[in-house]
């Protein structure tokens, strides 16, 4: 099949055939990322992209809003279903900038605000000192506990007590565990502050009833929609119906023009997805697929921080296995195995060269890999990480996960007609 791509621009329709090639022979265990249903890749790909839409449902500044507007609403409806929140707000661009909108409707450029350090896996955009937001913003980070590598509740509320916020920012990047909103919103509300529950890794988890919610504890809460919640790229605001006004203000004008239409359009098809029986089975196996890939690694001596995971999400502490973060993710790529280097709670090394390893299992749960598969990775990450300069090894992994990959293809409806992917090497592996 021909597609128009193809034919008007073949450097780049190979790029992504490639791409799509890469993507289905490896085993991707970043944790921010996914594979998009069929339906939510159609709908990103269509033509809402080419309207403009400035404003809000019924009150726009440009004309032809007849479909928009029916849109947007169905998309702010079913968010508001999914998190039984008053109030949605679906058009920021992607997290970062939802963040930003948040942090803008409750404070004034030079208040405080007050999130996880960056190295205790915090987000870069919770006040980090590279990031836009520590210099409109005081910011105060909080750690986690080095020992347990969890949050302690009362040495936040401490700092709190201490740093006087005008917002409490609760939610994580490189965090296993559960997290207790109750408490922050307590916290918040004891020191004067506002809470913001930024969600961006867990939404899927939350939509699912997999991890507590934090939308009745939390002024705002901020996500974005395409890690476990497995949308197109974007961000959303959630929050009660008295900070409506504030926070539609903060995303635009405040900060934005033109809403993404065609990304709304696919956050509404992704909401739908996951308000069905399939997407909680999808969200229990991730969790379930998630712990017994940490208990495998543990068997090998792994040391996990916080010694497991509550969610999708493992950070592996590589410092007895005296290797860096960064040499073992460049090896591991080497076999198809994907994830991120990352910096650990009180890890002395440089970020750029850290000594944590970062995986989540939310991709490979939607290819359908259950608990024996977990196993089969924890051996492999094993292996790659004992034999880290021996490239024939690697070599050896490096077919076994395209083997395994050919055992689980991406689903069906999660690949447009046409792009079915068929690896040169996994037809080799078969006559074997
Ligand atoms: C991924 C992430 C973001 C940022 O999202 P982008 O879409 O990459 O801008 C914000 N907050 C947290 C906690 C995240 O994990």
């Known amino acids: 099949m021909v597609t128009p791509l193809e034919k008007y621009d073949p450097q780049i329709y190979e790029l992504i055939k490639q791409e799509n090639v890469r993507q289905s022979g490896s085993l991707r265990l970043i944790p921010s990322e996914n594979y998009v249903s069929k339906a939510v890749m159609l709908a990103t790909g269509s033509c809402l992209t080419n309207k403009y839409s400035e404003g809000y449902p019924g009150k726009r500044y440009y004309e032809g809003q007849q479909v928009t507007d029916l849109i947007e609403t169905v998309a702010i409806e079913r968010a508001k279903k999914i998190f039984k929140a008053e109030h949605a707000n679906v058009q920021p661009y992607s997290g970062s900038i939802a963040n930003l909108a948040a942090y803008n409707a409750l404070a004034e450029p030079g208040d405080t605000i007050m999130g996880l350090r960056l190295s205790s896996g915090g987000h870069i955009t919770h006040g980090s000192k590279g990031s836009i937001t520590s210099k409109i913003f005081n910011s105060e980070n909080y750690p986690v506990d080095p020992e347990s590598g969890m949050l302690d509740y009362d ?3 401490t700092f709190a007590v201490k740093v006087k916020p005008q917002i409490i920012i609760s939610g994580y990047t490189a965090y296993p565990r559960m997290i207790d909103f109750k408490r922050f919103g307590e916290i918040a509300e004891k020191t004067g502050a506002y809470h913001i529950s930024d969600i961006a890794h867990i939404a899927g988890l939350v939509a699912s009833g997999l991890h507590p919610n934090p939308v009745p504890y939390a002024d705002i809460v901020s996500t974005t929609t395409h890690k476990t919640l497995r949308g197109p790229r974007g961000g959303m605001l959630l929050c009660k119906k008295e900070h409506a006004d504030r926070v539609d203000r903060a995303v635009f004008p405040g900060q934005q023009g033109g ?23 999808y969200a229990k196996q991730i969790v379930k697929n998630a712990k017994r890939l940490a208990e495998k690694l543990m068997e090998y001596g792994f040391k996990l921080v916080s010694d497991g995971t509550d969610t999708h999400l493992i950070l592996i502490d590589l410092r007895n296995k005296g290797v860096s973060g960064k040499k073992v993710a460049k090896a591991l790529d080497r076999a198809r195995i994907v994830t991120n280097f990352n910096t650990l709670p009180d890890d002395p090394a440089s970020p750029m060269n850290p000594n944590g390893l970062r995986l989540g299992t939310s991709a490979i749960t939607t290819r359908g890999m259950k608990e024996e598969q977990m196993d089969q990775i924890a051996l492999f990450i094993h292996t790659i990480v004992e034999n880290i300069d021996n490239e024939s090894v690697i070599e050896k992994v490096n077919r076994e996960v395209l083997l395994l990959c050919s055992q689980f293809p991406v689903p069906d409806h999660f690949i447009l007609p046409g792009e079915k ?3 040169p090497l996994s037809n080799a592996e078969k006559r074997e």
Not at 271 to 279: K, N, P, V
């Open 259 to 281: 809403p993404h239409m065609h990304t709304i359009t696919a956050v509404a098809v992704a909401l739908a997805e996951a308000d069905t029986i399939e997407f909680i089975e």
């Open 421 to 423: 992917v068929v690896h």
């Open 155 to 157: 040495a936040i509320e």
